[in-house]
């Protein structure tokens, strides 16, 4: 069996690069601070609510859960916003956790 470790690790910093390089620009000019501020924010607490719930298996359902409490929440971003959130999200919290 192979470790796909170094690739996981590869992928998941090439994915960080493209989200600072692209997504937080785009975002910043589409909203306004405090609505991107709040998006994060819910994002945050729903990816790690998922995380808790489920664990590290079943990653498409976590993040159908996850839009869908943010659509329940009422924020009016488009879908590629609200995944592209998610997908940030989800990083940070890894690399939270590889840290611990």
Same mark, same amino acid.
Do not use: C, Y
């Given at each position: 069996?192979?470790?796909? @470790? *170094?690739?996981?690790?590869? !992928? /998941? @910093?090439?994915?960080?690069?493209?989200? @600072?390089?692209?997504? /937080? *620009?785009?975002?910043?000019?589409? @909203?306004?601070?405090?609505?991107?501020?709040?998006?994060?924010?819910?994002?945050? /607490? !729903?990816?790690?609510?998922?995380?808790? /719930?489920?664990?590290?298996?079943?990653?498409?359902?976590?993040?159908?859960?996850?839009?869908?409490?943010?659509?329940?929440?009422?924020?009016?971003?488009?879908?590629?916003?609200?995944?592209?959130?998610?997908?940030?999200?989800?990083?940070?919290?890894?690399?939270?956790?590889?840290?611990?």
């Amino acid at each position: 069996m192979t470790d796909l @470790t *170094p690739a996981i690790n590869a !992928a /998941i @910093t090439l994915l960080a690069a493209l989200l @600072t390089a692209f997504l /937080i *620009p785009w975002l910043k000019r589409r @909203t306004s601070a405090q609505d991107r501020e709040e998006l994060l924010r819910w994002v945050e /607490i !729903a990816v790690a609510a998922a995380e808790q /719930i489920w664990g590290s298996a079943q990653g498409e359902e976590k993040k159908k859960a996850v839009a869908d409490f943010l659509r329940e929440k009422g924020f009016s971003f488009s879908e590629r916003e609200i995944d592209s959130a998610i997908e940030a999200a989800v990083l940070q919290l890894h690399r939270e956790l590889e840290a611990a």
